[in-house]
């Protein structure tokens, strides 16, 4: 897919949603692009009426539009109908496996649109397409990182190369936690302000264990190990601990880190030897868990100890 469009060839392709499409004509237009998940019903336009007329968006045709088209004049419907090729179209789908008018056929093939059909009802179609569209158009980003599911949530774990972000996952799913994705992370933007990870498909289950090489997760831990996508509720950057930085000790100011416009929770964990990052990480999603609940254990702490410090009477010394 090439930006936030996709390919008629790919649209026919589809396996996973049941669009059941065939290629009637216009062979050379596969390479057409739709760029909206919006369908259009080009009823008005089959009257000669093209000003709303959107060609970016597939163009479906039901049994109205092609009895409209078989019961009007020729001459009528051969003008309106170039004046709709005359668009750069992205493709029309037929539904209810009817047959179009030769004359559309024709123009379709010389124009190099292709015309698609499916045996579908046209409202059927309209829910299935739709729904494929606005998956595959959303706004998307690869990332080299580690997502894992961990207790509900969507821990995006980070960090440069070498550092330890697979082992932590292992740890992770031996705990009983699920691999999402390892070293690349394929995120999408859902609207209004969601993100979802998921693994690229030739990657997916696998992970690399420096001195082991590829594993696979599925294999090893069975189907409970694993998940195929996940909502991003945190993202986890891995550090390498330096003696001069000052790090976090309280938490109570929280950092956010921003992902293709959206905010989501950002933590920063030190690694040196002898810390488990495994149970660190686990700790942090239950914190982040209890966050979402309304409790924010850090500010309560900060809380009862300035409640302490204002009751206590102003020269009071401890003995």
Known sequence: MDGFSLSIR??????????SL???TGREGLSNRVTSSRIQKPGLALAGYTQHLHPDRLQVLGNTEISYLQHIDSRIAAENIAAICDFPISSFVVTKGLR???????LAEARHIPVLATSHQSSTFISLITKYLEEQLLPTV???????????VGVLITGKSGIGKSECALDLV????????????????KMPAVLIGQAEESLQYLMEIRGLGIINIKD????SA???KKIIDIQLELMEWDELHEYDRLGVDDRTVTIMGIEIPHIVIPVRPGRN?????????????LKGMGYHSARDFQERLLARIESRPLGDEVE
């Open 174 to 189: 031996i705990r009983g936690h699920r691999l999402v994705a390892d070293d690349v992370v394929f995120i999408k933007k």
């Open 100 to 106: 179009p008018p030769q004359l559309l056929l024709d």
């Open 226 to 228: 694993i998940r195929d």
């Open 22 to 24: 065939t290629l009637l």
């Open 142 to 152: 690869n990332m080299h990182a580690v997502l894992m599911d961990v207790l509900g």
């Open 220 to 223: 090893l831990y069975g189907v």
């Open 10 to 19: 790919e649209l026919l392709k589809d396996n996973e949603y049941g669009l």
């Open 277 to 289: 990052l495994g149970s660190i990480i686990e700790v942090a999603a239950r914190n982040n868990l």
